[in-house]
């Protein structure tokens, strides 16, 4: 895990220069982060619940699925714009 953020950390080093400083890339990888968590709602929505032939299955599955990716998302962002706190 530590070579693949050493890797990212020198691609985005290379073509954005001084801009990582600016937090362009951190809100980059945030957006990849979410991105990774959407796409399984695009798969389910629209592409995999063809083969389910219950009516019922398919939406309690898509909004399962649906509510879960929300929620996922919705959490990763509340925890990494936060502040941690101070132990004490």
């Known amino acids: 895990m530590d ?3 050493k890797c990212c950390h020198g691609l985005f080093r ?11 890339f951190v809100f980059s ?9 959407i796409c399984p ?5 629209y592409e995999m619940n063809e083969w ?10 898509k ?3 649906n509510w879960c990716c929300g929620f996922a998302v ?11 706190r101070q132990m004490p």
């Open 74 to 84: 919705l959490s990763y962002w509340t925890a990494s714009l936060k502040k941690p």
């Open 41 to 45: 709602v695009y798969v389910t929505n």
């Open 63 to 65: 909004f399962l699925l």
């Open 14 to 24: 290379k073509f954005l220069g001084e801009s990582m400083k600016k937090g362009i």
């Open 52 to 61: 389910m032939p219950n009516e019922m299955d398919r939406t309690i599955y």
């Open 29 to 37: 990888m945030r957006l990849i982060v979410c991105f990774l968590n």
């Open 3 to 5: 070579g693949i953020c």
